[in-house]
Structures are given as C-alpha cells and as structure tokens.
C-alpha cells in the first residue's frame, strides 16, 4: 500500500470515529521496548528501546472506543557476545519509526482495557553494526510498513494506567530478502519482520464530553 493511500484510509477511520463518539479523551505516554526480526536467524528480544508518543480516545459507548496514537518507536534486532563459548562478536540493527496505530478499545471492567488495531510506521533512521563498528545497511528498509497490535491497559489510579502491548510487522521491513528469512501471515511474503514487546506509563490529561 502507497503511502498515500495509507494515509487517506487512516484519515477516513478518524473522521468516522469522531462523527460517531461521544467523549474524547487524550493524553500521553513513555516506556521501553524489547524487541527482535523474525528472519535474521537470531533469537531472544535482546535489542532495548524506548517508546514515547501521544493520544486522543475516542469513545463511543462506557465499554468500547478507538484510539489514535502518534509514537515515536525503536525498533531492531541485537546479538551479544558469548564469553564462554569464546564468541566475541556483536550485531545490533536499529530502526526507528514514527507509528501511527489505530486501535478498538473494549473496557471488560472498570480497571481493564483491551485493545487491538492496525498501525503504519514510517521509517526515520535505520544503522547496522557489527562489532561495535557501523556497517553500510545490507539492504534498504521499506520507508513505510504496516503492523498489528494487541495489548492491555491497567488503570489502578485515576487518569494514570500501566499499559502491555505486543507489536508484529504485517509486511517485511526490507527491500530484499536474505538467508533465513522467514514466510508471514498475512501477506505470506519472505522477509524480516519487528517483534515488540512495550512496556509503558499512560497519563490522561484530558477529557471532554458525554457518553450516552
């Protein structure tokens, strides 16, 4: 998908939402993230990263809305060192995005929310290194990529929560395709896909409206 056309869609789920809800909430939120590639023929979420962004909520009834996100995302892949084997060397690909998801929300109690959706991400800045030592990229990364999201949110103190969430690549994240590359739903192409684990604060500065 161009990334034009990404974005007429994405703007066409927000005037919908907006036309629809009846309370809109926003706020921000921080953590970290562990992440990894599925096709680089290592294992383990090794690679740390941060995760920072805004959002506004829009609800439509007491237990359903969307959310609308923009988040600044790192991504990648990382190897350590094995002393005791005696391998001393190192890999670390980092990849950062701007993310756009766009989530439906379902409130199953008063403390809960689940939450799922789509997301694009839009490639900032991508580096390779081995041993330290920055290499030349071993094959372009897609500037746009599109992903999936799962995810949780605890909120124990008013207007602040803890929120999980899992993020996967839909579409392989490079140009070309390498040794060990791996075949994914839903597009089933070979490549290399970001598997995220983020751990983040969430705090609600705003909130307006009725829900009817």
């Known amino acids: 998908m161009k990334p034009r056309i990404a974005a007429i869609v994405l703007s066409s ?46 609800q439509i009834s007491k237990k359903a809305g969307f959310q609308l996100e923009l988040d600044y995302f790192q991504k990648g ?3 350590n060192a094995d002393f005791e084997s005696g391998d001393y060397s190192t890999y670390k690909m980092k990849a950062d995005y701007l993310e756009v998801p766009v989530l439906f929300q379902f409130r199953p109690l008063e403390w809960l929310q689940l939450e799922a959706g789509p997301s694009m991400a839009l490639l900032v800045n991508a580096k390779e290194y081995i041993n330290g030592n920055e290499q030349s990229l071993f094959a372009e990364f897609k500037p746009v ?45 070979y490549g290399q896909y970001h598997n995220c684990l983020v751990l983040s604060l969430r705090y609600r500065f705003l909130r307006f409206g009725t829900i009817r």
């Open 13 to 58: 789920l927000l005037i919908t939402f907006v036309s629809n809800a009846q309370q809109f909430d926003g706020g921000m939120h921080a953590g970290i993230v562990g992440s990894e590639v599925d096709g680089d023929t290592l294992g383990g979420m090794n690679k740390l990263g941060i995760f920072a962004g805004v959002y506004t909520g829009l």
């Open 77 to 79: 892949s990382q190897d």
């Open 145 to 189: 990529t599109f992903n999936a999201i799962v995810g949780a949110n605890f909120e124990f103190i008013r207007n602040l929560s803890v929120n999980v969430r899992f993020d996967t690549s839909l579409d392989p994240i490079r140009e070309e395709d390498f040794t060990g590359n791996v075949k994914r739903f839903p597009f089933f192409k």
